[in-house]
């Protein structure tokens, strides 16, 4: 029922930062619980930061210290990467769970190499 629309990602060197953004829309007002996950290649989609339902936020650990999730309302929300790695080279995509229901993105690519 969610429409997410994630923009943002591209082709940085390590070391770098990027800044992803997810647009939510549809016959709601707030969606609390929201957040980010990614998938490489090869790979299970794998969860890099939420916000749960009751306002607090979540991080994998591979990420912990150099991702920011943030939001400027309760449906829109950010994700900064600063300190690039290889291995956070995936597509990321943005998720909402309202009412039992789960919402993805389309995903947005994150490449990071020299």
């Known amino acids: 029922q969610v429409r997410l629309v994630e923009s943002g990602g591209g082709l940085v060197q390590p070391g770098g930062s990027l800044r992803l953004s997810c647009a939510a829309s549809g016959s709601i007002f707030s969606i609390p619980a929201m957040g980010w996950y990614r998938q490489a290649p090869g790979k299970q989609r794998e969860l890099v930061a939420t916000?749960?339902?009751?306002?607090?936020t979540n991080y994998a650990d591979s990420v912990k210290g150099r991702f920011t999730i943030s939001r400027d309302n309760a449906k829109n929300i950010f994700l900064q990467m600063n300190s690039l790695k290889p291995e956070d080279t995936a597509v990321y995509y943005c998720h909402a769970l309202l009412f039992g229901i789960n919402s993805w993105g389309q995903g947005t690519q994150v490449t990071v190499s020299s």
């Open positions: 916000f749960t339902s009751g306002g607090s």
